[in-house]
């Protein structure tokens, strides 16, 4: 069975701080994971998937993540925030022989002036 | 703008009612899914369909349905609907449905059941 963990369900940081967002996965075939953004009353935006091949994987809006099979983790970054990125973020796997995506419950991130 | 279309966008009936949510994926698209999402559950994979054909399900309730038309739009029915059953239902698309694929989310339709 595949599932996704993250920690933090709020983070606030300030406009230019360093964005961490946690995801930790769970899945007993290689992952395919995955970073949606939502938007207030929008639909679900891909920001970047790690399928294979090279770990960093770099997305839209200046955000990355590492995949570290060792600590079953793929975090989020982004090296300066801006007040845009408000929005909640849902990491998910895709871990069985479908496309199905298993999401984590979100972690909503305040961007403070 | 994912190219993913969705109608209603919001939908007030009663407990113990019927639904249809419609969903036109992407041009070219060929696979459908949909999910929902509650403040309670989270968002959660309902049901995927390839080129017309069921090709995976999730925690879909025996009360809902759902089908993919040869002009390959979706439709998800929602039948005797309860309060637990508010929630935003969405529709996605890719291209053939392999795993892997980016999945193309459309804007939601927001049900609310009273």
């Known amino acids: 069975a595949q599932s996704v963990t993250q920690l933090g369900s709020h983070v606030s940081v300030s406009e230019g701080a360093l964005v961490l967002l946690r995801c930790n996965y769970s899945s007993s075939v290689p992952p395919y994971l995955f970073w949606y953004v939502q938007y207030p009353n929008q639909g679900l935006q891909l920001l970047l998937k790690?399928?294979?091949?090279?770990?960093l994987v770099k997305g839209i809006n200046g955000f990355e993540a590492e995949f570290k099979k060792s600590e079953t983790s793929f975090h989020l970054t982004k090296p300066s925030a801006h007040m845009s990125d408000a929005a909640e973020y849902f990491c998910a796997v895709n871990g069985g022989a479908t496309n199905k995506l298993i999401f984590g419950t979100g972690t909503l991130l305040a961007v403070q002036p | 703008d994912s190219g993913v279309t969705q109608t209603p966008k919001h939908l007030i009936t009663a407990t113990g009612q019927r639904v249809t949510l419609r969903c036109s994926p992407r041009s070219g698209d060929l696979s459908v899914y949909w999910y929902q999402q509650s403040l309670d559950q989270g968002l959660q994979f309902l049901i995927q369909?390839?080129?017309?054909?069921?090709?995976a399900k999730g925690n879909i309730l025996e009360r809902f349905s759902a089908q993919q038309f040869p002009d390959l739009h979706s439709e998800l029915n929602l039948s005797s609907l309860e309060l637990g059953d508010s929630a935003l239902y969405f529709c996605a698309s890719s291209t053939g449905g392999s795993r892997g694929e980016t999945q193309y989310f459309g804007p939601g339709t927001r049900l609310l059941v009273l």
């Open positions: 790690y399928t294979t091949g090279a770990t």
């Open positions: 369909y390839y080129n017309g054909e069921e090709r």
